[in-house]
């Protein structure tokens, strides 16, 4: 063989190979440190038997009134995401923060992660803490599923306020997700690499360096793992089984917005008319990105106080 095909042959050997080298590689460490990682994690809140599996929960104050706080898609660890607005909110009312199913330091599971199952299963976790009249206030994708929640047990809503809460009909939101390549970047490593690469998205807020690392060791568990995989891929069906879903006109709702929501079109419009379809709906604009209670807790919290005041439930 000729020298020059034969470096050629040897080169194109040495690109094919390294691409299967280094995925191996990132499978490898990847399933070594998962569970070194694991045993890391340090244990918060408490958990309740929900359906044979457990579910944590964390309960903060002891104010009169109850607000149950429910995260968004892909919160890793929402017990701990949520702590700068459980700390506004603690000194005057109790705060329950659930952690769903596949999040946080509660069981993953294998039921369907439909907007009614995951629903139910939070008002079991509450029923065994004997909550039963409360504020629910969500974030993100947990407005559509509150607006199943209040058909369901409405008797138990004082009233429900949004943190730049998704609303039916909003662009985009019947969009399959790529969950397919997210588990495949999973299971070859790449989804750690990434993380690993990636600036610290806590960086800068009002969390320790304690509670910093623990989000990440939990991101690393939690996000792409099957249960949030399969709570992504039900997403497109849950906006759309609400798209002609309302809040009961007599529940009070409170809807904080992000003031410059560049992804979705008209989105402070589709709050607007959310709000005005209830007897007592307000929207309040705050500058910040979508995970406003990470740096509008302060507000947040008071003019919660405030809405509530004036229902007479503050």
Do not use: C
């Not at 590689?25 to 694991?38: D, F, L, Y």
């Not at 907007?115 to 629910?136: C, F, G, M, P, S």
């Not at 299971?187 to 610290?200: V, Y």
């Not at 419009?269 to 979508?290: C, N, P, T, W, Y």
Request: hydrophobic letters at 45%.
């Amino acid at each position: 063989m000729r020298k020059p095909l034969r470096v050629v042959l040897t080169t194109a050997a040495v690109l094919v190979a390294l691409p299967a080298l280094f995925l191996t590689t990132t499978t490898v460490v990847n399933a070594i440190a998962t569970p070194v990682e694991s045993a890391s994690i340090t244990p918060y809140g408490h958990r309740v038997e929900v359906d044979g599996k457990k579910m944590n929960v964390v309960v903060s104050g002891h104010g009169p009134q109850t607000i149950v706080l429910l995260p968004g898609l892909g919160t890793a660890a929402p017990g701990l995401d949520f702590r700068p607005l459980i700390d506004k909110l603690s000194p005057r009312y109790r705060v329950v923060a659930v952690e769903p199913f596949g999040t946080g330091l509660s069981d993953p599971t294998s039921v369907p992660r439909t907007a009614a199952n995951i629903d139910r299963e939070v008002h079991a976790a509450l029923q065994k803490l004997h909550i039963t009249r409360y504020v629910l206030m969500g974030h993100s994708i947990a407005g559509i599923y509150a607006l199943t929640y209040s058909a369901m047990y409405s008797h138990e809503l004082i009233a429900f306020i949004g943190i730049d809460s998704s609303v039916p009909g909003q662009p985009g939101g019947d969009q399959p997700l790529p969950t397919g390549t997210l588990a495949t970047l999973r299971d070859l490593g790449i989804t750690r690499l990434l993380s690993a690469l990636a600036p610290d998205p806590y960086k800068g807020l009002p969390y320790s360096d304690a509670t910093r690392h623990q989000l990440r060791l939990l991101s690393l568990k939690n996000v792409a793992a099957p249960t949030m995989i399969d709570e992504m891929a039900h997403t497109p069906a849950n906006f759309t089984a609400a798209r002609h879903l309302v809040f009961p006109t007599d529940l009070p709702v409170l809807l904080f917005v992000q003031a410059h929501n560049t992804d979705v079109a008209g989105w402070i419009e589709l709050h607007q008319r959310q709000a005005a379809s209830v007897e007592h709906g307000r929207v309040i604009i705050l500058d910040g990105e979508h995970y406003l209670h990470h740096t509008q807790s302060a507000a947040i919290a008071h003019d919660t106080e405030e809405f509530l005041t004036t229902l007479s439930l503050g």
